[in-house]
C-alpha cells in the first residue's frame, strides 16, 4: 500500500509512442548490415563489363539471393557492389604497406564510367625515374618485365603508344583484370555458421528466418530434410528460385563441408520410377541401431530365440524370433490403416528401446523393464527425436518427435500391453509383463476437451463468413463440409469415406420423408445418421459441378436421388500424377485425368477447412471475437460442436451418443454442463459461513 498522501498514478502513466522512423534533425549516417562480397558478386559485374547483357548477368550470377528484378534495381545493385569493392579495397589499402598495384587496380574501377575511355600508364622511363630505379643496373628486358608486372600488363599487345610516348590499354580489359586481382584479396568463402543475411537479401533473409533459417548450415539441413519440394516450406520461394539455390550451395559445398543430397533434385517417386525400385527401399539396408522396425537386424543375443519368457513350443504366428513375431502381430491391423500406424509406431519405439537401451529381447523384458519404460517416456532423451518428419529410410530418422504427454504416454503403455497380451494369446510368450505395471501406475485419465467447440456467436461469425465469399464451386463444396460435419456429427474419416450409395430416403410412418446417411465408424460400428433437407440439397448442388462428367449426374431431375457411389465430398481439380505398383510389380505412373471429381481425402478436406478457419480469424476480432480460438479450430471442433448443441438443445443423451458413435455414453455425458449447473446453484443456495473481513 501507497503512504498517505503519496500518489502513485505517475508510475502507471504509459510512455508516448515513438513515432517510426529517425528523430527529427538527426544527421548520423544508417549502416545497413553488411554483405560478404563473394566470387559471384565479381563475376556479375566483370560479365556486364565485357559486354552481357546486365539482366542475363544478374539472373545468372545473383538472382538466387535477391528478390527485385526490375532493371533499375540491377543497375543500383550494380552500383552498390562496386561501390562495396572499392570501400573494402580502400580499408585493405590502408592496413597494409602502400601497394602500387593495389592501388592501380582501385584506379581501374573508379574510371568505370560511361564516358571513361582510356587509361593512360607512364613510359618505362618515367616509370623507372619514379622507382629510382639505375637504368644501368637494369636490363631493358628486366625492366620491360618489372615495369608488366607492376601494371599487371601480360601481353605486349596490350599496349600502344601514343604521340607523347604514353601508353594506352583497353579500359574494360584493365577493369576486367582489377576485378581479378581483387577478388583474390576481398573475395570471401562461406561457411556453415554464416548467418543467412550475410548472403542473402533482406527480404529473402527474413522469409527464411521465419521457418527457423538462421545459418547456411540450417539451410542446408532444411534442404536435406524435405528433399525435392522444401521451398514449399518458405514463404515466396518458387522452384526456379529453389534450384538456384540448391546450385549456389553445391558450389560452395568444399568451405560448407555440407553437401546437399542428390534425391534433392528430383521427387521420391519418380526417382522410384527411374531405378524400378520401392522408393522407400532406396536407403543403405537393414542394422541394429535406433532404425525403423522394417530395417532392424538384431543381433543373436537380442533375437529373442532365447527368450526368458518364451513358450518354446508351437505359436499360431509362426514365429521364430522376436521381430517376426511382432510383425505378424501387427498384420492384424492391415485392415485398419490408421490403428496399424499408431500401433506400429507405439511397438517400434518399444522395440527399439528394450534393444538397444535395455541390451534385452523383447521375449525376456520384465515387469522391472516395463517399469523403467514408463519412466523413460517420461523424459525421452533429445537424441531419440527428430522434430520434422523425414522418410523412414532417412538417416536423420528417429522413434519420437518430440516429448510425448501424459495422455500419449498413458497411450503407449496400453498399446505394448495389448502386444505382449496378443503375443501370449498366440502361445510365442507365457506372460504379460506389461500387465502388472498398468495396475501400479497412476495413469492420467484421458478427458474431451470440451471448451474446442464454437459458441453460437462463434458459429454466427463463420456463416457469416461463408456467406461473403463469392458464389463458386468452392463455396459451395465448403458448405458442405461445415453443414454435414455440424449438423451430424460425423468423424471426418467417415465424411472422407461417405458415398452417394451410402444416402437413402426412409419413409416412417407419422414422419416426413428423411434423407438418411449410413456411417462406418470406429470399430466397424455402423450407424445411421439424419440427414436436414437443406443440407441433401447442398450435396446435389456440389454434385452439380461435376454433372456430364459421370453418367449418373447427367439428368438433373434425378436430383436429390443420384444413384451410384461418387463420394458426397469431391476434388474440384484433377488429381496431381502418383506412381505405384502395376501387375509386374514395376514402378508404373498412373492415369491423371484432365477432370475432377474424385474423392476428396480426409487431408484434403481438414485443410479446406484449416484454410477457411485462417481466413474466419482475421475477421474475427472486428467481430469482437478471439482470433487464436479460429486459428486453433478444425474439423474435430465441429464435431464437439454437434453435441454439445444437441445436449443444450435438449436432444436426450442416449440418442446423442448413438448419433456421434460414442463407444459410451459415459463419453457423451461429458458435454452435458447441467450437472455443472446444478453444482453451481447448490452452491450460491448455501448460507455463506466465512469470517469478517
Wanted: charged share 25%; hydrophobic share 45%; proline share 5%.
Amino acid at each position: 500500500m501507497a503512504a498517505a498522501g503519496v500518489s502513485i498514478a505517475p508510475l502507471f502513466y504509459a510512455a508516448a509512442p515513438r513515432r517510426a522512423g529517425r528523430p527529427r534533425g538527426a544527421r548520423s549516417k544508417v549502416f545497413a548490415h553488411a554483405r560478404a562480397l563473394g566470387i559471384h558478386h565479381f563475376a556479375f559485374l566483370r560479365a556486364a563489363l565485357i559486354g552481357v547483357d546486365l539482366r542475363s548477368a544478374f539472373e545468372r550470377y545473383l538472382a538466387w539471393s535477391e528478390t527485385n528484378t526490375d532493371l533499375r534495381h540491377i543497375q543500383h545493385r550494380r552500383a552498390e557492389l562496386l561501390k562495396e569493392i572499392l570501400e573494402a579495397g580502400r580499408r585493405l589499402d590502408a592496413a597494409r604497406a602502400p601497394d602500387a598495384k593495389l592501388t592501380r587496380f582501385l584506379e581501374a574501377l573508379r574510371a568505370d564510367a560511361p564516358d571513361a575511355r582510356t587509361a593512360a600508364l607512364p613510359t618505362l622511363a618515367e616509370w623507372m625515374r619514379a622507382e629510382r630505379m639505375d637504368p644501368d643496373a637494369w636490363s631493358e628486358s628486366d625492366a620491360l618485365s618489372e615495369y608488366r608486372a607492376t601494371h599487371g600488363i601480360d601481353n605486349l599487345d596490350e599496349i600502344d603508344a601514343d604521340a607523347a610516348g604514353h601508353t594506352r590499354r583497353d579500359p574494360a580489359r584493365a577493369r576486367v583484370e582489377a576485378l581479378n586481382q581483387l577478388q583474390t584479396l576481398l573475395a570471401e568463402q562461406p561457411v556453415a555458421s554464416d548467418p543467412i543475411d550475410t548472403w542473402f537479401a533482406r527480404p529473402v533473409a527474413i522469409r527464411l528466418r521465419n521457418v527457423g533459417v538462421v545459418t547456411l548450415e540450417d539451410l542446408a539441413n532444411l534442404i536435406n530434410v524435405y528433399g525435392h519440394r522444401w521451398h514449399d516450406q518458405v514463404d515466396g520461394f518458387g522452384r526456379r528460385r529453389a534450384l538456384r539455390v540448391v546450385a549456389w550451395l553445391r558450389l560452395q559445398q568444399d568451405s560448407l563441408e555440407i553437401a546437399i543430397r542428390e534425391s534433392v533434385d528430383e521427387a521420391k517417386q519418380a526417382r522410384a520410377l527411374r531405378l524400378g525400385v520401392d522408393a522407400g527401399r532406396l536407403a543403405i539396408g537393414a542394422h541394429f541401431g535406433l532404425v525403423p522396425l522394417e530395417r532392424l537386424s538384431l543381433p543373436a543375443s537380442l533375437s529373442g530365440v532365447e527368450g526368458v519368457f518364451r513358450s518354446h513350443m508351437a505359436n499360431s504366428l509362426e514365429a521364430a524370433d522376436d521381430l517376426q513375431a511382432v510383425s505378424r502381430w501387427l498384420t492384424r491391423y492391415d485392415e485398419r490403416p490408421s490403428t496399424a500406424r499408431s500401433y506400429r509406431k507405439e511397438v517400434e519405439r518399444f522395440v527399439l528401446w528394450c534393444t538397444t537401451v535395455q541390451r534385452k529381447a523383447v521375449s525376456s523384458a520384465s515387469s522391472l523393464d516395463c517399469q523403467a519404460y514408463r519412466a523413460f517416456l517420461a523424459a525421452v532423451p533429445g537424441h531419440w527425436a527428430h522434430p520434422v518428419p523425414v522418410e523412414r529410410g532417412d538417416p536423420a530418422w528417429r522413434p519420437f518427435r518430440g516429448q510425448p504427454g501424459p495422455s500419449s504416454q498413458k497411450q503407449a503403455l496400453v498399446i505394448v500391453q495389448t502386444m505382449f497380451e496378443g503375443l501370449r494369446d498366440a502361445g510365442y510368450l507365457v506372460a504379460n509383463p506389461m500387465r502388472s505395471v498398468m495396475k501400479g501406475f497412476k495413469l492420467p485419465k484421458t478427458r474431451l476437451d470440451v471448451k474446442r467447440s464454437f459458441t453460437e456467436t462463434e458459429w454466427a461469425h463463420v456463416l457469416r463468413c461463408v456467406a461473403a465469399m463469392p458464389v463458386c464451386a468452392e463455396q459451395v463444396r465448403l458448405r458442405c463440409i461445415l453443414e454435414l460435419l455440424v449438423s451430424s456429427g460425423i468423424r471426418l474419416d467417415e465424411l472422407a469415406k461417405a458415398t452417394r450409395a451410402d444416402l437413402r430416403l426412409e419413409s416412417l410412418p407419422g414422419l416426413e420423408d428423411t434423407w438418411v446417411l449410413a456411417v462406418v465408424g470406429k470399430r466397424d460400428k455402423q450407424r445411421d445418421v439424419p440427414l436436414a433437407k437443406d443440407v441433401v440439397e447442398l450435396l446435389d448442388a456440389h454434385a452439380e459441378s461435376f454433372a456430364g462428367t459421370d453418367g449418373a449426374l447427367a439428368d438433373r431431375d434425378a436430383l436429390p436421388l443420384i444413384p451410384g457411389t461418387q463420394p458426397l465430398i469431391r476434388a474440384l481439380g484433377a488429381s496431381v500424377e502418383q506412381w505405384a505398383r502395376d501387375d509386374d510389380g514395376r514402378m508404373a505412373k498412373a492415369a491423371v485425368t484432365g477432370q475432377g471429381g474424385s474423392a476428396l481425402s480426409a487431408a484434403g478436406i481438414y485443410a479446406v477447412v484449416k484454410r477457411f478457419m485462417g481466413r474466419a480469424a482475421k475477421s474475427a476480432p472486428a467481430a469482437g471475437l478471439d482470433a487464436e480460438r479460429f486459428e486453433r479450430a478444425s474439423t474435430h471442433w465441429m464435431r464437439h460442436t454437434f453435441v454439445r448443441q444437441a445436449l443444450v438443445d435438449g436432444a436426450p443423451i442416449e440418442v446423442v451418443s448413438e448419433l456421434a458413435g460414442h463407444a459410451s455414453i459415459s463419453t457423451t455425458s461429458i458435454y452435458s454442463s447441467q450437472e455443472l449447473a446444478r453444482k453451481i446453484e447448490a452452491i450460491r443456495g448455501m448460507k455463506r459461513r466465512s469470517a469478517p473481513a
